[in-house]
């Protein structure tokens, strides 16, 4: 069962990972993307991290992808009319070189992990719960789960400096 | 694994034998009615809720309202249902076709789901042949509020791509509009719970619902139940006000303002993907009613014990106050709607979050 969920999940975010790519209008591909997000959301359910899920599904799927789709309304981007791109030699040496480079990493990463599902170390009573992952981020990781606020706060204040163009 | 063959190929048994059905199929057709019992009350409310709103408004009004067809015009909500079941299904030849017809079941199935997690009653005993008593909630997992959210979140889609798939100035200007508004009215929203969340420690809804069962003595005289519409009521404001905002509710109805937009995001549907999106609106309130319940208003809790008449109770009152905004406040200005959302609600929420937390920390201390 477990399995065959698995095996779904990831076939719909792996199909929908592509068509984000080669959809030829902007509002499909996010769309694409958000099936995406929702397929690896239910991957995080089947790994019992359901606080991650959650938010996945509601700072993702729910706030961050309907900003991209807000965007992509307020710029009226048409719809793209070249079917592939320009058969530029240099382009699809650079994509290919690019793809075994990523395929190499992959097949490192696979054969030296392992060869074959392993059951690793059982989960702890509680794994994935709010309560788990709250008290991790303020013990355990306390440093790191603060410094990403500090950066997002800094992000904020250069968005509006970037945005203002005189301050009072 | 119980598989859909084994289900269908026991049915005589069901019938049959009561004390020997598998315990695992059981709770499969326990869960089966639970669902089909809630979706149906949904629905009928959602279809109910358009003759309560009419009846109200023209009560408030002094009008009559819908009243030829059944006694109180009680049938209106039928011969509207039919009548919209065999309009003509437009299509605009200049529609995006695909997300067209996505648009509205995105819309509808958010606002149906949420109830999933929604405790709605205590508990059925078991009738001596159930191996265990009935709860009455759908499931009860740990990030409950987290999956309220994260799911209302996804309501605004159903809007903003029927506003871009109609191809018309109108719709776009209603979807931008409502995705804006969503958003902003969102943070407030998530952000009023947090006091309640500190209070109980969970984000189980069955669990926020037990935080606020028994009485407390207000001056020694009058007793108030421990509902945390008391101890949180700012928290209770802002939450109602933002769930106005997110069903597109008057005061806050610019989506679909009918005085400048035609009908907003929806001037081109017609027939029964418009009766969805009216579905969805109806929902969307019923559940957002039923969230404040849960959070607020004691979910089912209640006297003489926990049962779904006070649940449906305490919804419907404030459906009436939904309905009753509606007939007394005029819409805001779209300035004004992101200037209260961002420069007065959400402040006022975060100054009650920190103010609680202080609180909740100096009584358990």
Partial sequence: MELVLFVGLAAVAAVSGLLVVVQRHALY??????????????LYVLLHAHFVWAVQVLVYAGAIMVL??????????PREEVRWASRDLKRILAAALLSLVLLGELVLVVGFRSAGPSAGPALAPGFGTTETVGRLLFTTFLFPFEITSVILLVAIVGAMVLAKKHFD | MT?????????????????SMPEMLETLIIMVVKVGVVFATLLLVAAYMTWIERKVIADIQVRVGPSRVGPYGLLQPIADGIKLFFKEDLMPGH???????????????????VFAVIPFGGTIPAFGFLSKPIPLYLSDIDVGVLY???????????????GWASNNKYSLLGGLRASAQMISYELS????????????????????VKAQAGFSWWMGILPVPNWFVFSQPIGFLIFFTCALAETNRAPFDLPEAETELVAGFHSE?????????????????????????????GGPLGPFGSSPVWFVGKVFVLLFVFIWFRASLPRFRYDQLMTFGWKRLLPLALANMVFTAILAVLWVR
């Fill in chain 1, 29 to 42: 591909s996010a769309m694409f993307l958000i099936i995406n997000m929702g397929s690896l959301a239910g």
């Fill in chain 1, 68 to 77: 991209f789709l807000f965007v992509i309304m307020l710029l009226n981007l």
């Fill in chain 2, 3 to 19: 598989s859909w063959g084994v289900i269908l190929g026991h049915w005589d048994l069901v019938l049959g034998d009561w004390a």
């Fill in chain 2, 95 to 113: 529609v995006d076709r695909a997300l067209f017809l996505l648009a509205p079941a995105l819309s509808v199935v958010p606002a149906m789901i």
């Fill in chain 2, 148 to 162: 309220v959210f994260s799911v209302t979140s996804l309501g605004v889609y159903g809007i903003v791509l029927a």
């Fill in chain 2, 189 to 208: 929203m998530s952000l009023s719970v947090v006091g309640v969340l500190i209070l109980v420690g969970s984000l189980r809804l069955t669990e926020i």
């Fill in chain 2, 269 to 297: 549907y017609s027939s029964m993907k418009f009766a969805m999106f009216f579905m969805a609106e109806y929902a969307n309130m019923a559940t957002a009613s039923a969230v404040a319940t849960s959070l607020f208003l």
